[in-house]
């Protein structure tokens, strides 16, 4: 009898490694989709990277043409007033930089 009961002890122990290997088997799977998603994401962001770059580069430009047209203004008018409209969007490279990046985001109303 006692070997009886020891056979059944080991069918056991060898029925729940079984399950064990395919418990891994599913994780495994589950964990070769999460890094293909996470490689996914990983190439997106590079591109977003020089994307942004981009913008960065062309809100610059603009902010320096922006800058030199209103001090060009200021200068012609004779009216350099540090509380005008245009001096406080458009008056140094720093608050045109501003002032585009909050137009292009949606936090400055042109009305």
């Known amino acids: 009898m006692a070997i009886a009961g020891n056979l059944r002890v080991i069918r056991i122990v060898r029925i729940s490694r079984i ?3 395919m418990r891994v088997i599913k994780v495994v799977r589950f964990v ?4 293909s998603l996470v ?3 990983f190439c997106t962001l590079k ?11 062309i809100m610059y430009a603009f902010s320096v043409v922006f800058t030199d047209a209103v001090m060009a203004h200021m200068a012609e008018t ?3 007033s540090t509380e005008s409209a245009l001096y406080l969007r458009f008056g140094s490279l720093h608050y045109a930089m501003h002032t585009l990046f909050r137009s292009i985001s949606g936090g400055l109303d042109w009305d």
């Open 32 to 35: 070769r989709a999460l890094r």
């Open 39 to 41: 490689y996914s994401i």
């Open 78 to 80: 004779g009216e350099i």
């Open 47 to 57: 591109a977003l990277m020089w994307s942004m770059l981009l913008l960065v580069i």
């Open 19 to 21: 399950v064990r290997v």
